[in-house]
């Protein structure tokens, strides 16, 4: 499958812990998106990469929360310091370019206790 | 961007034509309409895209009117299958991001 992956499916964590994702996007694809869904919504843009470069943070996302993509191939989503509100399902999706059909990773569903 | 406007949810029948309307009256020249599929526990898929008139592929048509305020997505014979959530979207994406701006979304139910 060359798919986006995302590992792991499902998080149950304690507040207060630190929890790390992983994306793999479809290869070559030069954009890695990062979204959070909340149960009703729909997803709400994180924050994107093109190649390892970082170029937009959302407000969303707080100075507990971190993103690398330190090959310009897989990224991970690192929360530190947990809250039951980080609860959510967190996405992934890449493109081959701005404008381009963003393929959507099975996400990883993040349960904080 | 593009604020867009669409039903919460609807219901159908298997075998049955569902439209869904998107309204979108601040759309920009170059803004395009992409539509997403999204079933629980699953990331959006992408079903269509289209600028303007009607664009048609194996899954859906996507019909919008010459003044594109809005546009209707339109899928022929759902089944059971079909049950998910909607997105319509407009942009150019946000500039040069590329980032999508996603609503509520249209539940939409498929009975049997």
């Known amino acids: 499958d060359t798919g986006v992956s995302q590992n792991p499916r499902h998080k149950i964590t304690k507040r207060g812990q630190n929890v790390t994702f992983r994306c793999d996007p479809i290869?070559?694809?030069?954009?890695l998106y990062w979204y959070r869904q909340t149960l009703g919504q729909g997803p709400e843009f994180l924050t994107y990469?093109?190649?390892?470069?970082?170029?937009?943070k959302s407000r969303l996302l707080s100075d507990r929360f971190s993103a690398e993509r330190p090959k310009g191939s897989f990224s991970t989503l690192e929360i530190q310091r947990t809250e039951q509100g980080d609860s959510a399902m967190y996405l992934c999706?890449?493109?081959?370019?701005?404008?381009?059909?963003?393929?959507f990773g099975p996400g990883t569903r993040l349960t904080v206790l | 961007l593009a604020k867009t406007t669409q039903p919460i949810s609807m219901d159908s029948y298997e075998g049955q034509e569902v439209n869904i309307t998107c309204s979108h009256n601040?759309?920009?020249?170059?803004?395009?309409i992409t539509w997403y599929q999204q079933f629980p526990s699953q990331g959006p898929r992408f079903i269509i895209q289209?600028?303007?008139t009607k664009v048609t592929n194996e899954v859906a048509s996507l019909f919008i009117p010459a003044d594109r305020k809005s546009s209707t997505l339109s899928l022929p014979r759902v089944s059971l299958s079909d049950t998910a959530v909607y997105y319509c979207?407009?942009?150019?994406?946000?500039?040069?991001?590329?980032?999508?701006?996603f609503g509520q979304g249209t539940t939409l139910q498929v009975k049997p």
């Open positions: 979207l407009v942009g150019p994406y946000s500039g040069n991001t590329g980032k999508l701006i």
């Open positions: 601040n759309i920009a020249t170059n803004d395009y």
């Open positions: 289209g600028y303007k």
């Open positions: 999706a890449s493109s081959l370019a701005v404008g381009d059909t963003q393929y």
């Open positions: 990469f093109q190649n390892e470069a970082q170029l937009e």
């Open positions: 290869s070559e694809h030069n954009r």
